[in-house]
């Protein structure tokens, strides 16, 4: 159903941030040469929950991701072949206890980098300003 010829879709993603790092630390992936938050589209028969932490594994690389507490949404349009959608991220805090892991992006999503970034300094590289606003949940 759409809306003013906007089709509405649903996303979630999630804010995973190392346990152990101070000050706090949260994961950053570059996507098609963006700094970006892990989050993805809603699939059939799927929570928003579920799809926030499929999400960001699918991403990263990550396993056995849980959930600490709801963040925040976010809402933006955008065009795509040809059609005008409106986006609905709900956004999730993850958290991390390894440090050490070796994440791996999911390339077949323009994801090239994966990597930790102090908080403070994630807020100044993310691409858009409602990514801020969700880090800004945070901390």
Known sequence: MTSNNITPVIA???V???VGSSPKK???IKRNGFWDIPKGKLEDGETIEECAVREVEEEVGAEDLSIEKFLCD???TYKADGKKYGKTTHWYL???EDSDYKFSPEVKEG???VKWEELGKAKKIVEFQNLV??????G
């Open 111 to 113: 994801i090239t980098e």
């Open 94 to 96: 993850m958290k991390f």
């Open 16 to 18: 995973l941030y190392d």
């Open 74 to 76: 976010t809402y933006h």
């Open 12 to 14: 979630a993603g999630g």
């Open 133 to 138: 606003d969700v880090l800004n949940e945070v």
């Open 26 to 28: 949260v994961l950053l």
